[in-house]
């Protein structure tokens, strides 16, 4: 799994390293959209961590049928969200991104990504969910694979399509939505065809409305939650991004270098609570109550382990880094600035990444939409209201990192407790 996230995140790199080329408004643009899209990314994911909780317990239980019942009924519902995602996406394109701040030539380039990305939905939506599926079975091999296809596919295809070479002409930032798309639509030929053909995971027969909603329920149970404690990060980020608006087109351009440099930085932490879903889910349904235990105390030992190992290669390496997405001098010094701040708490943050899944397969789901609230709208968004008044972006980004710290504790307290009423 590590190989697959770290691969998604090359989505986002790709992208934000090849427009960067195109100049610091259109980077700035795509910096504009990561809100967006990452929210129609939580709620697919939320679907899909609501289904791999049920499915991994049905697992753990042997309960062959209703594995197979929840596995097609979470797409069904993923089909749902997706004819109303493009609905709303494209009827809210430009009053949306005007809200997030983004104006002039720098919100026309924000609207050309936009438009194409909502038409491919379907292509983002199903393989999210699809290799929850697959990662609940504990093929967890498959699911890189698959996410790792559509990362290759982007790479090579983003500066074709963006600068165009030979007959393919140039779409600039277009290119770059039509890239993601076409790497997107590879995935979901090939989860489709694993879970459909080499699994045999999913069934044709039309089930009963109350068969189909019991389903749904047990899903969504998990779902909503997560899907709301996913998408909260977002729409904070799109806050700050609103905050760090104020500061200009450039400080709006390297805050978008710095975030997706920690997308990528805590790809491993993501996929070590990606797999602790399924991890816990199976344990509990087979009533090993001390592997759960364990679990949780190996995260929290390698999380911070990771984490202070990434703060030492930051803080000697993030101009470099930075400038390998943009050269404009004040690009390259907001992002190194956060880097350097923030980096020193990712450690704290991967742990509440591994509660945030636990929590949900441990039926704690509003614990853990609770911890997201609590990181962006208790102390993140206000901390970084008080700190750009006072110390302008140093104090917003050290707000960033106050609050994925204050979080990560009070993420252990949390768990240790949880775990000590499953004793």
Same mark, same amino acid.
């Given at each position: 799994?590590?190989?697959?996230?770290?691969?998604?995140?090359?989505?986002?790199?790709?992208?934000?390293?090849?427009?960067?080329?195109?100049?610091?408004?259109?980077?700035?643009?795509?910096?504009?959209?990561?809100?967006?899209?990452?929210?129609?990314?939580? #709620?697919?994911? *939320? &679907? $899909?961590?609501?289904? /791999?909780?049920? =499915?991994?317990? +049905?697992?753990?239980?042997?309960?062959?049928? %209703?594995?197979?019942?929840?596995?097609?009924?979470?797409?069904?519902?993923?089909?749902?969200?997706?004819?109303?995602?493009?609905?709303?996406?494209?009827?809210?394109?430009?009053?949306?991104?005007?809200?997030?701040?983004?104006?002039?030539?720098?919100?026309?380039?924000?609207?050309?990504?936009?438009?194409?990305?909502?038409?491919?939905?379907?292509?983002?939506?199903?393989?999210?969910?699809?290799?929850?599926?697959?990662?609940?079975?504990?093929?967890?091999?498959?699911?890189?694979?698959?996410?790792?296809?559509?990362?290759?596919?982007?790479?090579?295809?983003?500066?074709? #399509?963006?600068? *165009? &070479? $030979?007959?393919?002409? /140039?779409?600039? =930032?277009?290119? +770059?939505?039509?890239?993601?798309?076409?790497? %997107?639509?590879?995935?979901?030929?090939?989860?489709?065809?694993?879970?459909?053909?080499?699994?045999?995971?999913?069934?044709?027969?039309?089930?009963?409305?109350?068969?189909?909603?019991?389903?749904?329920?047990?899903?969504?149970?998990?779902?909503?939650?997560?899907?709301?404690?996913?998408?909260?990060?977002?729409?904070?980020?799109?806050?700050?991004?609103?905050?760090?608006?104020?500061?200009?087109?450039?400080?709006?351009?390297?805050?978008?270098?710095?975030?997706?440099?920690?997308?990528?930085?805590?790809?491993?932490?993501?996929?070590?609570?990606?797999?602790?879903?399924?991890?816990?889910?199976?344990?509990?349904?087979?009533?090993?109550?001390?592997?759960?235990?364990?679990?949780?105390?190996?995260?929290?030992?390698?999380?911070?382990?990771?984490?202070?190992?990434?703060?030492?290669?930051?803080?000697?390496?993030?101009?470099?880094?930075?400038?390998?997405?943009?050269?404009?001098?004040?690009?390259?010094?907001?992002?190194?600035?956060?880097?350097?701040?923030?980096?020193?708490?990712?450690?704290?943050?991967?742990?509440?990444?591994?509660?945030?899944?636990?929590?949900?397969?441990?039926?704690?789901?509003?614990?853990?939409?609770?911890?997201?609230?609590?990181?962006?709208?208790?102390?993140?968004?206000?901390?970084?209201?008080?700190?750009?008044?006072?110390?302008?972006?140093?104090?917003?980004?050290?707000?960033?990192?106050?609050?994925?710290?204050?979080?990560?504790?009070?993420?252990?307290?949390?768990?240790?407790?949880?775990?000590?009423?499953?004793?």
């Amino acid at each position: 799994m590590i190989f697959g996230m770290l691969s998604m995140v090359l989505y986002n790199l790709a992208d934000t390293y090849f427009v960067g080329q195109l100049g610091k408004e259109q980077l700035a643009a795509m910096s504009f959209t990561f809100p967006v899209v990452m929210t129609i990314n939580s #709620l697919s994911l *939320g &679907i $899909g961590m609501g289904a /791999a909780a049920a =499915i991994s317990r +049905a697992i753990g239980s042997r309960d062959t049928q %209703r594995v197979r019942r929840l596995a097609t009924d979470s797409l069904v519902l993923g089909l749902l969200i997706i004819s109303c995602g493009v609905a709303m996406g494209l009827l809210t394109l430009e009053p949306l991104f005007s809200l997030l701040g983004a104006r002039g030539q720098i919100l026309e380039y924000t609207g050309e990504y936009m438009q194409i990305w909502y038409l491919g939905m379907i292509f983002v939506v199903f393989p999210m969910i699809g290799n929850n599926i697959l990662r609940a079975t504990g093929d967890t091999k498959t699911a890189g694979m698959i996410m790792s296809l559509g990362a290759i596919v982007n790479f090579f295809l983003d500066p074709v #399509l963006i600068f *165009g &070479i $030979g007959p393919i002409p /140039a779409y600039g =930032i277009k290119g +770059a939505a039509i890239a993601t798309l076409i790497g %997107r639509s590879s995935t979901f030929a090939l989860a489709m065809y694993t879970l459909i053909w080499r699994e045999r995971i999913l069934t044709i027969s039309i089930p009963r409305p109350c068969e189909i909603w019991q389903s749904w329920k047990e899903i969504l149970h998990v779902g909503i939650p997560d899907a709301g404690a996913r998408m909260i990060i977002p729409v904070g980020q799109g806050a700050i991004t609103r905050i760090v608006a104020g500061y200009g087109s450039a400080a709006v351009a390297g805050y978008g270098v710095a975030t997706r440099v920690e997308f990528f930085s805590l790809a491993v932490l993501s996929a070590l609570a990606t797999v602790i879903g399924p991890f816990v889910g199976q344990n509990l349904g087979a009533k090993q109550y001390a592997r759960v235990h364990r679990g949780f105390t190996v995260s929290c030992n390698f999380s911070i382990a990771f984490g202070l190992g990434l703060f030492t290669v930051y803080l000697l390496l993030a101009d470099k880094i930075a400038a390998l997405f943009n050269e404009d001098p004040e690009v390259v010094a907001t992002a190194a600035l956060y880097i350097r701040l923030v980096s020193l708490t990712f450690a704290a943050q991967g742990f509440y990444f591994v509660v945030n899944a636990g929590l949900n397969v441990l039926k704690r789901p509003l614990l853990a939409a609770g911890l997201s609230l609590l990181e962006l709208f208790v102390l993140a968004i206000p901390l970084a209201l008080i700190g750009s008044h006072l110390f302008e972006l140093t104090g917003v980004f050290a707000a960033i990192g106050v609050s994925y710290l204050l979080t990560g504790v009070i993420a252990w307290v949390i768990i240790t407790r949880v775990l000590a009423e499953n004793r």
